[in-house]
């Protein structure tokens, strides 16, 4: 196909831009469409996949025939940025909604399969010691996100799954950025990105011990214990629970405290 010079954003509002140039794509249908078809890159999928995946409710009688109307208007407009590489094609199918089509976008032309790259490479870096490497990939990666994915389409039962995924997504980011942080000594800001993190996942026992951990490198061991015995209080109370994790995080930071000589 040649060099690809179309880009797709899915890590916010559903956009695309050519060199750097937003392109006009038209009602929030027809942005569901190229949404659905850059979620699966190369793969067919069909009028009724779509119908299904656009609508949050029942799809109206002229589904098909907005999916089709869709269709067409997108491949008249992304002709006109590809030389006329064929970047939508369209497969014949037995009945009218088992027609299908398939966009044929290159994985470093979309945001999210972009993210989830940098996302491996990091963890492939870190994984391998080289921390600072990992930190660039995060960097770039978080860069990328805009916001709510594909913010601007109906919350169908699809959409929603999509959403989810990606949040945890970025969840797992922010949590190994941090860490990288914190590695690399970098305390005060592994600590700022933390309370973050834990003020809009606040159940998370995993930040809270990452945010501990920070607090103690700042010198902020009093809050760092604080934090661990309220969140500890919180499980046994709602849960019955104690969570290993947080109950050994306490522990080492009540033995490190003790080797120090401070007062918890």
């Given at each position: 196909m040649g060099a690809i010079t179309l880009q797709f954003g899915l890590l916010g509002p559903v956009r695309?831009?050519?060199?750097?140039?937003?392109?006009?794509?038209?009602?929030?249908?027809?942005?569901?469409?190229?949404?659905?078809l850059l979620l699966s890159p190369g793969q067919a999928v069909t009028i009724a996949t779509l119908r299904e995946r656009i609508w949050a409710g029942p799809p109206p009688?002229?589904?098909?025939?907005?999916?089709?109307?869709?269709?067409?208007?997108?491949?008249?407009?992304?002709?006109?940025?590809?030389?006329?590489?064929?970047?939508?094609?369209?497969?014949p199918g037995h009945a009218p909604d088992q027609v299908s089509y398939v966009l044929h976008s290159a994985?470093?032309?979309?945001?999210?399969?972009?993210?989830?790259?940098?996302?491996?490479?990091?963890?492939?870096?870190?994984?391998?010691?080289?921390?600072?490497?990992a930190l660039t990939h995060y960097d770039t990666a978080l860069d990328l996100w805009r916001g709510e994915p594909v913010a601007d389409l109906q919350p169908s039962a699809y959409v929603r799954s999509v959403r989810l995924s990606l949040a945890e997504i970025r969840l797992d980011l922010g949590k190994r950025h941090a860490a990288a942080l914190l590695h690399l000594g970098a305390?005060?800001?592994?600590?700022?990105?933390?309370?973050?993190?834990?003020?809009?996942?606040?159940?998370?026992?995993?930040?809270?011990?990452?945010?501990?951990?920070?607090?103690?490198?700042?010198?902020?061991?009093?809050?760092?214990?604080?934090?661990?015995?309220?969140?500890?209080?919180?499980w046994e109370r709602e849960y019955g629970l104690l969570p290993p994790a947080l109950l050994d995080q306490r522990d080492s930071l009540v033995h490190s405290a003790g080797r120090a000589g401070a007062v918890p």
């Open positions: 695309a831009a050519h060199d750097g140039t937003d392109i006009t794509l038209g009602p929030p249908q027809r942005r569901a469409v190229l949404a659905i009688a002229s589904a098909t025939q907005a999916v089709h109307v869709h269709i067409c208007h997108l491949r008249r407009l992304l002709s006109q940025f590809t030389d006329g590489a064929p970047l939508l094609t369209t497969h994985p470093e032309a979309v945001d999210a399969a972009v993210f989830r790259r940098l996302l491996e490479d990091g963890e492939s870096a870190q994984s391998s010691g080289d921390t600072r490497t305390a005060a800001r592994a600590t700022a990105e933390l309370q973050d993190l834990h003020a809009h996942h606040p159940g998370d026992e995993s930040i809270v011990v990452l945010l501990a951990r920070a607090l103690h490198a700042t010198g902020a061991h009093t809050r760092a214990l604080r934090l661990l015995t309220d969140e500890l209080e919180r």
